[in-house]
């Protein structure tokens, strides 16, 4: 999922290296699938079905 930031007017730019360089390095275990498995699965257990 992305945030299409054109639709509100703003002009994505790149993220400097330094910025890049203090990201935590969450292993090759992460990605966006996995999340969103889990966040699909809070939500089935708390009745909210999706």
């Known amino acids: ?9 703003g002009t994505p730019t790149a993220i400097p290296e330094e910025d890049l360089a203090e990201l935590p390095d969450l292993g090759p275990g992460f990605n966006d699938t996995l999340v969103w498995q889990q966040e699909v699965a809070r939500l089935a257990l708390a009745g909210l079905d999706i």
């Open 1 to 9: 999922m992305r945030l299409d930031t054109t639709r509100g007017g």
